[in-house]
């Protein structure tokens, strides 16, 4: 089973958290973005998870 955990833009998610994680993913950034919308990012996930089956 497969449980994705994502965090806030700025926070993050807890040490705990991830912690508690068998695995973790990070999405570098390039160019001027700080970072993606939380949704934005969670879409990218997703995308890759279904065309990678």
């Known amino acids: 089973k497969t449980c994705l955990v ?3 833009e700025d926070h993050g998610i807890t040490k705990a958290t991830l912690a508690a994680c068998d695995s973790a993913v990070f999405l570098p950034m390039y160019g001027k973005g700080l970072s993606l ?3 934005v990012a969670l879409a990218v996930v997703l ?6 089956e």
């Open 6 to 8: 994502v965090g806030h």
């Open 37 to 39: 919308n939380v949704h």
């Open 47 to 52: 995308y890759h998870i279904r065309h990678s």
